[in-house]
């Protein structure tokens, strides 16, 4: 029986070019602290809308707290998984997600802010490293 992703350990092991490891490592640390901002405006820690309280406090939860989750499963799927079609995805659903941010901005109060200037950096950079990996050679 095969699976669609197998484990593999972060240490050099055959076929695995070197500096993956570390790829993944920092793709995951990307993605973890990309889930840590989400988890914080989720939670409240960190506002990033104006207005009622009530409202804020709905709004924010909404979007921010699956966005928390996602992005920390994907951080767990980047540090156990050795797979090109994750990486693949991974970075293809930051370019819609950068997306509608800059295409919402407009509609908000405010349009950019702190938060989510930072998310969008990170997101930027995580792309980056996927794309890195998803273009590496296979084999050594």
Do not use: C
Not at 29 to 54: C, D, F, K, N, S
Not at 67 to 93: K, M, T
């Amino acid at each position: 029986m095969t699976t669609l992703l197998r484990p593999v350990p972060l240490a050099t092991h055959t076929g695995v070019p070197p500096g993956r490891g570390r790829l993944r490592v920092v793709a995951a640390g990307l993605a973890g602290a990309i889930a840590l901002v989400y988890g914080l405006i989720a939670t409240h820690a960190v506002t990033v809308i104006v207005g009622p309280a009530e409202t804020v406090a709905r709004d924010q939860f909404g979007f921010a707290a699956p966005a928390a989750l996602v992005f920390a499963v994907g951080a767990v799927l980047l540090l156990r998984y050795d797979d090109r079609r994750l990486w693949v995805l991974g970075a293809l659903l930051q370019v819609p997600i950068v997306v509608m941010y800059l295409g919402l901005a407009a509609e908000r109060e405010p349009s950019f802010e702190v938060w989510g200037v930072t998310i969008r950096v990170l997101q930027v950079a995580l792309f980056v490293v996927l794309a890195r990996l998803a273009l590496q050679r296979r084999h050594v």
